[in-house]
């Protein structure tokens, strides 16, 4: 009787969500982050219920059992675009295939899970501690001695020299962040080596996942593509991946803002887009995006500047842009732009300014009705392709990130675009007709 | 004689601990509103909502956890709070806790604040949560002393550390005009205090939610309300100490209290999302290098003032 | 009388607090092992978290030590301050004055810098 008026006032509240991103998994977060009736939450214990859009390649499945895991009861789960893990039983499992409808099935599934008219999800892995150690002594106390043996299922830390007479080398903390991690790209997985919460050693263990891009940057390597509908593709890819860090950075109604920004990109009025861009870009300065909370530091060295490429070496002050070459860029007098500090928050200012950039092309392209003039390579928002896509560069962050406190290692990995390119466009959905004067 | 003294107050602290983070909650919403869209039961169902499937899910436990201290350390930041919200006199003659040195009390409940947030990440034995922990640390170090140098400030023309006697120092004029730089600093230490907005550096995203990255459940539930609780512990001696208390013409004194404590918990309300997390070594250095000489700044104003 | 109601106050928030905790978990089970885990995004960490963990501010510490007994001295001269007149001005000024040196020191030997 108490459950239920008390389960009933749960089940209105925005329905927590952990999204646990596979392969083309974003636009699930994007459409979720836009919606008010879900609250994205950055932890699996917060979450009622597992999100799991895109697929998950079989070797991130022992981890995806590890979150699954992870989330207290009462949960479920939905899987959009994916496969569901077999051994979870169909009462506990719901599967949605159009995005349209994910935001009405997680609220109906968070509805149904309080009402106990949807399965709750079992547990999937052993109940079994990591090492055993239990009942070697009289108390079930286990391991061998001060330092050694595994207390309580695992050993404890210990500081990284041999030698433990320095009393002055305090314990590292390795763990391996795993592909599921909200704050990082999907797919990427880092065993990181903590001391205090300085980093250490970073080594990527799995690459994150491909990522892809609007069709018109495909169909630029074959024909001559409006240069209007590419500089709004490249804008609003900036514009998600400025989501990311301005989640990241605390400010929740901006990063929506910016979603909301890049889902008007590729039809909406540009002369309009611009000017708000412009009013954002002022209020991001205001609530203090750079001042406070981007830090100076990740920058790159010269050749890790060139061979990353793109927004990220422009911002080092190599001046490279495929668009400089183009013809039809030159007669809109594309002008190329490059910030010296090479760093984090000289990344940041850069792609603003690209986005701004991009706005203006668009504007004056749309209304000449401007194509591009080569079609051997074009300026990708992840750097340049010639012949061969962009690759991973993932590595980079095993120099740059050592040194770096937790909160500016992961301000400067949300600055950068490490992934490769997936041979593949992103599917766009159905087109709308253009809104708004031209 | 024991009602009046003993059982009032204690009605009185103990509804305005649970009334005040309630509407602190409703004031969130609010502002949550005025940032964008949102949609829910409603500004005043929606905190009862959120508590109402926090109640439901299950508390997690961790592998090793201190446990009786991860358990105690939500409760005891609860108990600070409701410490702090016994200082606050609401009229004249209506104090919970008339004691001479309650400035002094307050400066401590602060202190041991940043003990229980760190207690709080610390217990759970996870990584994401230790880190969160001792990041706080940091900044908890860092606001006691900009709190001390403000209040003092405020204790001079009262010749006094009672805030009864703070009160009454301001009967001619509000120690938020008299001590301009007052306000504003001791509002940053509230925002501190609760690792709200800009100083969220325990519970902040980058650590997957920090010192609450593992903490689910009616354990949840009590941390968050118990952070709320302190916000408005903090509004009450912030209108004490500089909006005049329960001064004010035709209302009674306690209506005066409650109408200013949410004029402070709306601006701390409305602060809070306004600004970018700030990175812990900036914020080390903001407190230190700029904040700290302007603490010193008021107290020097505020001893001048007082001799005049 | 009024330390006795401080201390009712907070004995029955405190005990508001973990009964709040304690009552709605009553009859749930205790969570399984992978349950417990750390969360690392799936990841698995290699040891306890417990550890010596380096704590970049500890000078700053030190220099907030000093400041705090500063402050214990402040309490009573507070109270006394507008009585004592400009005698006490002169002193505690010489007594900021001097820390604001170790401040200064502190700046500059980066004492703020989190390394």
Not at chain 1, 154 to 165: E, F, S, V, Y
Not at chain 1, 227 to 239: P, T
Not at chain 1, 332 to 357: C, H, K, P
Not at chain 2, 159 to 178: C, G, Y
Request: a neutral charge.
């Amino acid at each position: 009787m108490a459950v239920s008026w008390l389960a009933r006032l749960a089940a209105r509240a925005p329905v927590p969500v952990f999204p646990a991103l596979g392969m083309r998994g974003e636009e699930a977060l994007y459409r979720l982050a836009l919606s008010p009736d879900i609250k994205r939450v950055d932890s699996p214990r917060h979450a009622s219920l597992l999100l799991v859009a895109g697929g998950v390649p079989p070797s991130m499945q022992q981890a995806l059992r590890r979150v699954h895991d992870q989330l207290p009861a009462p949960f479920t789960t939905l899987w959009y675009r994916s496969a569901p893990l077999v051994e979870l039983p169909q009462a506990a499992v719901t599967t949605v295939d159009s995005l349209d409808a994910l935001p009405g099935a997680l609220v109906e599934s968070h509805g149904r899970l309080l009402r106990n008219t949807v399965g709750r999800s079992p547990r999937l892995l052993p109940d079994a501690p990591p090492h055993p150690w239990q009942g070697l002594g009289d108390d079930g106390h286990g391991g061998e001695g001060m330092m050694g043996g595994v207390p309580y299922g695992r050993p404890m830390a210990m500081p990284p020299t041999a030698d433990l007479r320095d009393g002055l080398a305090l314990d590292i903390l390795t763990f391996r962040l795993g592909p599921f991690f909200p704050l990082w790209p999907p797919g990427f997985e880092a065993e990181v080596t903590l001391q205090g919460d300085i980093i250490q050693q970073f080594s990527v263990r799995s690459s994150p996942f491909p990522r892809a891009l609007a069709p018109v940057f495909h169909e630029a390597r074959e024909r001559p593509v409006a240069i209007a509908v590419l500089e709004r593709a490249r804008a609003r890819h900036h514009l998600q991946a400025l989501f990311h860090a301005l989640h990241l950075a605390g400010l929740e109604d901006l990063a929506r803002h910016a979603l909301r920004l890049a889902d008007t990109c590729p039809s909406g009025d540009i002369v309009l887009l611009a000017k708000w861009f412009t009013a954002f870009e002022r209020r991001l300065r205001r609530r203090g995006f750079f001042v406070l909370h981007l830090p100076k530091c990740g920058a790159l060295r010269k050749k890790q500047a060139e061979s990353q490429g793109g927004f990220a070496a422009r911002a080092a002050g190599i001046e490279r842009d495929v668009r400089a070459e183009d013809d039809g860029y030159r007669r809109l007098a594309f002008s190329m732009m490059t910030q010296q500090a090479g760093d984090t928050r000289a990344r940041w200012r850069q792609r603003l300014a690209e986005i701004a950039q991009s706005f203006d092309l668009a504007a004056r392209a749309q209304r000449d009705d401007m194509h591009t003039a080569q079609t051997d390579a074009v300026e990708t928002p992840r750097g340049a392709w010639h012949d061969t896509r962009p690759k991973d560069t993932s590595h980079l962050l095993e120099d740059l990130l050592p040194g770096l406190e937790w909160g500016e290692a992961l301000a400067t990995l949300a600055s950068l675009e490490l992934a490769a390119l997936s041979p593949w466009p992103r599917e766009e959905p159905a087109e709308t007709p253009e809104e708004g004067a031209a | 004689m024991i009602l009046d003294q003993l059982v009032w107050p204690l009605t009185w602290v103990l509804a305005a601990l649970v009334l005040g983070p309630y509407l602190l909650a409703v004031l969130d919403g609010l502002v949550a509103r005025s940032l964008g869209p949102t949609r829910g039961p409603g500004i005043w169902l929606a905190p009862l909502s959120r508590g109402a499937w926090w109640l439901i899910q299950h508390t997690n436990v961790t592998e090793a956890p201190d446990g009786r201290a991860w358990r105690l350390a939500p409760a005891l930041y609860l108990a600070l709070a409701a410490g702090g919200l016994a200082l606050v006199p609401w009229s004249r003659t209506w104090v919970a806790t008339d004691i001479a040195t309650s400035l002094v009390l307050w400066g401590s409940i602060e202190a041991l604040a940043t003990v229980v947030i760190f207690l709080q990440g610390w217990s759970a034995n996870t990584h994401l949560t230790l880190v969160g922990a001792y990041r706080y640390v940091a900044l908890g170090l860092s606001y006691i002393l900009i709190s001390m140098f403000v209040l003092i400030g405020v204790a001079l023309p009262a010749e006094s550390l009672a805030l009864t006697q703070v009160i009454t120092s301001q009967q001619e004029l509000w120690n938020v005009l008299r001590q301009p730089l007052g306000l504003p600093l001791f509002l940053i230490v509230g925002l501190a205090i609760t690792f709200r907005g800009p100083f969220n550096l325990a519970d902040s995203t980058d650590l997957a939610g920090g010192t609450s990255a593992d903490v689910s459940g009616a354990q949840r539930l009590v941390w968050e309300f118990a952070r709320s609780a302190m916000l408005v512990a903090f509004s009450g001696i912030a209108t004490t100490a500089f909006l005049g208390g329960w001064l004010g013409p035709w209302l009674p004194g306690p209506l005066w209290v409650a109408f200013k404590m949410l004029a402070v918990l709306a601006l701390l309300a409305w602060l809070g999302p306004a600004f970018a997390r700030i990175t812990p070594e900036r914020c080390v250095s903001l407190m230190w290098v700029v904040l700290l000489p302007l603490a010193f700044v008021d107290l020097i104003w505020a001893g001048v003032e007082a001799l005049l | 009388m009024e330390l006795l109601v401080l201390f009712v106050i907070l004995i029955l928030s405190l005990a508001a607090g973990l009964l709040l905790q304690w009552w709605p978990g009553r009859h749930h089970p205790m969570p399984t092992y992978p349950q417990r885990a750390p969360f690392l995004g799936g990841g698995l960490p290699d040891t306890h978290a417990w550890s010596r963990f380096h704590v970049r501010y500890y000078p700053m510490a030190l220099l907030l030590i000093a400041f705090e007994m500063e402050m214990m001295f402040m309490y009573p001269w507070a109270v006394v301050y507008v009585a004592q007149g400009m005698k006490a001005v002169m002193e505690m000024g010489m007594f900021l004055a001097i820390l604001s040196v170790g401040i200064l020191y502190g700046w500059r030997e980066g004492v703020f810098r989190w390394q």
